[in-house]
């Protein structure tokens, strides 16, 4: 392992949130805000620790797996300290756990709040909480092979170990390329979203800033009751359409471009996703028409739009499905275990580890009845090897398993077991409003420092997808990269 690539590596990593930071500072010094010292001071810290990590880099970074394990973890944990620079030095967040708490959330694009009044932050810090959103959906360590001249071939090894979450499939022949072509995507599908919603009569800021947590599902909204403020079922109707888009797989979107027919390899994941949330939808409508609602329209309209919402990781709020009947919120609760389409930009097990599941409870059954039987497990027209199907079901077991002992913690610390859960579940899961103490229209402020961090490391865990940062605290790990 050559320390001196992985340095320089975040060294540049951290000069470039430190460039982004310009763009939340211009607008500081436009709108005269309080917040121009709080992004002066974060852009000199990120920008001097950035160049002094680059003093003595190497002319080409030569990346090896176990070098691109350190990077990615140091990477996300060091963007977000910088992230909270901003938040802490501007006075409006109490203590620097909190401000953390914000820039992990928006990293790693979960949407939790430590914030009781949102509408109270000067515009700068609004677009710049937006803004960790956005390079979070797609990815730190993406946006670094986009913009990295030095990283090349090796950059492979980062694209692979930033997440399973992100599109992990190299269409191009060359990674820099893969990494622009869905970077592309995503701003084009943010720009047309926020033209709709301007069209729809928001104006360019709220319309900007909401079209970014969309298509990173991420939930952060410059209001207060978030899309609720709006009153607008058209508005809805959008959000909903590019929150189902987003809970897709990105490396589809070009394969479409291109009519390219290897998009019919990803058939059956994606009509499970959409048979979830379509069958999700059904029992929470029917629900709400019974037992709350008293049209079917009031009923459709909340219902699909929060399902959706929680399905796809993305948690903007419409209605405050805390007073919802105890049907609905197990619907909610399952939807924020699931999540959307591996390759998207929502979090939580994804859909695809959830069908290799029942598929391998099946072939179990099947061979139980005729023990003879040689089956195999096929998942959009492909057979799935051994190691893959054992990997996804060890991923659940993991996942559920720090869901419930990072609960236990939370628990311990005076939460009610219900909201214990569930916080755990949104910020593992990438949700972020949860239900009862931390719900819809609650933030997670009242909590416990303690309880804080444990927030923040479910929500890099959740992005991270545990392997990537297990794998650095196992000695073995050391002796081989050395």
């Keep these: ?53 680059q003093i003595h880099k190497p002319r080409n970074f030569n990346i090896q797996r176990w070098e691109a394990m350190v990077i990615v973890v140091i990477g996300w944990v060091g963007t977000s300290f910088i992230g909270a620079l901003p938040y802490y030095f501007s006075g409006y967040f109490q203590g620097f756990i909190n401000a953390l708490f914000e820039s992990v959330s928006g990293f790693t694009t979960t949407g939790a709040s430590i914030l009781n009044n949102i509408e109270e932050l000067p515009v700068s ?33 980062l694209y692979t170990f930033e997440s399973s979450s992100l599109a992990n499939e190299q269409i191009t022949p060359k990674i820099k390329d893969t990494a622009r072509l869905l970077w592309s995507v995503y701003l084009l599908l943010t720009a047309i979203e926020t033209g709709l919603l301007m069209i729809l009569g928001l104006p360019f800021f709220d319309a900007s800033l909401t079209a970014i947590a969309t298509v990173a599902t991420g939930g952060f909204s410059p209001k207060n009751a978030s899309i609720a403020a709006y009153n607008n079922v058209y508005v809805e109707i959008v959000i909903v359409v590019f929150m189902v ?37 059904l029992i929470v409508v029917i629900n709400l028409r019974l037992h709350t609602y008293g049209t079917w329209l009031e ?82 027209n492909r057979t799935i090897d051994e190691k893959t199907i054992q990997n996804a079901i060890i991923y659940i077991g993991m996942y559920l398993s720090f ?67 297990l794998i650095v605290f196992i000695p073995t790990f050391w002796r081989r990269a050395r």
């Excluded at 392992?1 to 010094?29: D, E, Q, T, Y």
């Design 1 to 53: 392992m050559k320390i001196r690539n992985i340095i320089a590596v975040l060294g540049n990593l951290f000069f470039i949130v430190g460039l982004i930071l310009l763009l939340p500072l211009a607008l500081s010094l436009f709108k005269h805000d309080a917040a121009t010292p709080a992004f002066l001071i974060s852009i000199a810290v990120a920008t001097v620790v950035g160049l002094l990590m």
């Design 125 to 157: 810090l609004l677009v710049w909480r937006s803004m960790t959103h956005w390079i979070g959906g797609m990815g730190v360590i993406i946006l670094a092979l986009v913009v990295l001249p030095a990283i090349n071939v090796s950059g492979r090894n």
């Design 245 to 281: 888009l987003a809970g897709l797989n990105f490396t589809l979107y070009p394969k479409l471009f291109r009519r390219d027919k290897s998009w019919r390899f990803y058939s059956e994941v994606v009509y499970i996703y959409l048979l979830i949330l379509a069958g999700a939808a």
């Design 299 to 380: 009923a459709l309209r909340y219902g699909v739009f929060q399902v959706v919402s929680i399905g796809t990781t993305t948690g903007f709020v419409t209605a405050d499905w805390d007073r919802w009947a105890p049907v609905t919120q197990i619907v909610l609760l399952i939807l924020m275990l699931i999540g959307a389409c591996p390759g998207s930009t929502s979090g939580a097990i994804k859909n695809s580890r959830i069908i290799l599941l029942f598929k391998g409870i099946y072939r179990e059954l099947i061979q139980l009845i005729h023990p003879r039987v040689v089956t195999t497990i096929q998942l959009n």
């Design 403 to 469: 869901w419930l002992v990072a609960s236990l913690v939370v628990a311990m610390g005076g939460v009610p077991v219900k909201s214990a859960l569930i916080a755990v579940a949104t910020t593992l899961g990438g949700v972020g409003p949860g239900i009862g103490l931390f719900g819809p229209i609650e933030s997670y402020a009242a909590m416990t420092v303690i309880n804080k961090l444990v927030m923040i490391v479910s929500m890099l865990f959740g992005r991270l997808e545990f392997y990537s940062i």
